[in-house]
C-alpha cells in the first residue's frame, strides 16, 4: 500500500504542517522539515496500527508545498 504525506508550510504559524487523505488521524506540525519527517515516520506505522486489522508493507509518499508573498 502507498500512503501520501503532504507537507505545508504555514507562514502565520511558522511551521511544517503534516497531512494525509490516506492516514486518518495524522496531523503533525514542527517549526522544522527534517524534525517534522521523523515525527511523521514514528507516528504512521502507530496510525496505520490503530486504523486496520493486518501488517502490510507499506510506501511512503512525502510532498512538500511552501507558498510565500513577496514584495518589491
Known amino acids: 500500500?502507498?500512503?501520501v504525506?503532504?507537507?505545508t508550510w504555514d507562514n502565520e504559524a511558522d511551521v511544517w504542517i503534516?497531512?494525509?487523505?490516506?492516514?486518518?488521524?495524522?496531523?503533525?506540525?514542527?517549526g522544522s522539515f527534517d524534525a517534522l519527517?521523523?515525527?511523521?515516520?514514528?507516528?504512521?506505522?502507530?496510525?496505520?496500527s490503530l486504523n486496520s486489522s493486518g501488517n502490510q508493507p507499506?510506501?511512503?509518499?512525502?510532498?512538500?508545498?511552501?507558498?510565500e508573498?513577496?514584495?518589491l
Open 18 to 30: 503534516a497531512t494525509s487523505n490516506d492516514i486518518p488521524g495524522l496531523v503533525l506540525e514542527s
Open 5 to 7: 504525506i503532504t507537507f
Open 58 to 67: 507499506f510506501s511512503l509518499t512525502f510532498k512538500s508545498e511552501r507558498h
Open 69 to 71: 508573498r513577496m514584495v
Open 37 to 48: 519527517l521523523e515525527r511523521t515516520r514514528f507516528a504512521i506505522p502507530e496510525l496505520l
Open 1 to 3: 500500500m502507498e500512503y
